[in-house]
């Protein structure tokens, strides 16, 4: 009977070893929508250009008024961001949140924390498209 309790026990360790996590899956962001409402253009014609950005926004800066010709989306690794519109509207971003981006309108962005901002940028554009356009002063 011990040796039988004592399979059994072993068994049950072995078991509970060979248990692995389940992988998981979590939509961040899925739209036809950038965070202000507007409708994201159509992919443009061609052969498709996919870029990855890490940007990092030190504390207290502002980014130069800019706007993106191609859709793009961001997940905040750590930090806090606000991007605004030039018309007003805004969106305040904390670590782990993901936006789609604004396409053909002028925004920027600020870091008003102590802590700087980290963003991964997914692009998705064209060969000789630029990425972003800064507004001239």
């Known amino acids: 009977m011990k040796y039988l309790l004592g399979i059994l026990l072993l068994s049950a360790i072995l078991d509970a070893r060979s248990v692995r996590p389940a992988i998981t899956v979590e939509t961040l962001a899925k739209t036809s929508e950038s965070w202000d409402g507007a409708a994201l253009p159509s992919y443009p014609a061609g052969k498709p250009e996919v870029s990855i950005l ?35 509207k805004t969106v ?20 008003t924390s102590d802590d700087p901002a980290v963003i991964i940028v997914f692009y998705a554009g064209k060969p000789g498209v630029p990425l972003t356009v800064k507004k001239e002063r």
């Open 92 to 111: 305040h971003l904390h670590p782990s949140e993901a936006l789609v981006e604004t396409v053909d309108t002028w925004h920027y962005g600020e870091n």
């Open 54 to 88: 890490r940007i990092t926004i030190p504390a207290h800066t502002r980014i130069e008024t800019h706007m993106h010709p191609v859709i793009n989306a961001g997940y905040l690794i750590s930090g806090e961001l606000t991007v605004t519109t030039l018309s007003g």
